[in-house]
C-alpha cells in the first residue's frame, strides 16, 4: 500500500494542528486500510523531512503527498517540490509523487455552506450575508480565483449576498465585506472563514469582525468534516490512478 501523506501549513496556534490532526484520525477510519501519516510544513512536528525519512526507512518505495492547503501559492509551487526533491536525493529508492492542492473543490464550498447552517443561517433566509474571509496574498491572480469562491458559495441560496474578505492586509477587509453585503440588504452577518482550522488569523477576523458588528457571528472552520476527507482522498487515488495508467501503458 502506496502511504497517504497529509501535509499541513502548521501554525504556532496549538489549535490549528489539534484540528488538522482530527481532519487526519478521520481520514485514518474512513480508510483503515491506508497507510495515513501527518506532516507539517512549518512550526509544528514531525516534519515532512522526517516522515518521509520514516517512510523511505519502512521499506517503501513509493508515497503520494496530498498538501492540505487551499491554495495553489508559494507553499504548493515552490517550498514542497524542493522538499521533495531533497528527500529524492535521499533516498533515490523512493518514488515521492506530489498530489494537487484542496483547492476550490466544490466539496470544501459545500463544506463552509455546511458551517454556515451549523450557525445558524438558513439557505432560503434572504436576510443572511456572508463574508467570507480566505488568508490573501500578494499574488492579485491569487487573489481573484479565491474571489471566485463567494459565487460557488451563494449558489443554491436566498442569502442576500456574499463577499470575499481577506486576513492580510489584501483589501477587502473583513469590515468592508460586512459592510458590502448590509448594503445588499442582509440583516444577519455570518464570517465563515476559509479556512481548514483555527489559528491567529481567523482570531484576527473574528476580532476585526465583531469590531464592525457586534452581533455578526462567526462560523466554524472547515476542520475534520467529511467533505473535506473525501476531497483528501481524491486527491489521492487520482495520483495512483495516473501510476497505474503508466504502469499498464509501459507493460
Known sequence: MTPLIAVAHGSRDPRSARVIAAAVAALRERQPDLDVRLAFLDLNAPSLDQVLDWVASDGHTQAVVVPMLLGNAFHARVDLPGLLAAARQRHPQLAVFQADVLGRDERLVSAVRHRIMEAGAHLD????????????????????????????????????????CFATSTQPTVAQAMSAVRESGAERIVVAPWFLAPGLLTDRLSAAATAACDRAVFADTIGAHPLLIETMIDRYELVIERLTDRLVRSA
Open 125 to 164: 433566509d434572504p436576510s443572511v450575508g456572508v463574508a467570507l474571509a480566505a488568508v490573501g496574498s500578494s499574488d492579485a491572480l491569487a487573489n481573484a480565483a479565491t474571489a471566485k469562491i463567494a459565487e460557488l458559495l451563494a449558489s443554491g441560496t436566498q442569502w442576500s449576498g456574499v463577499q470575499i
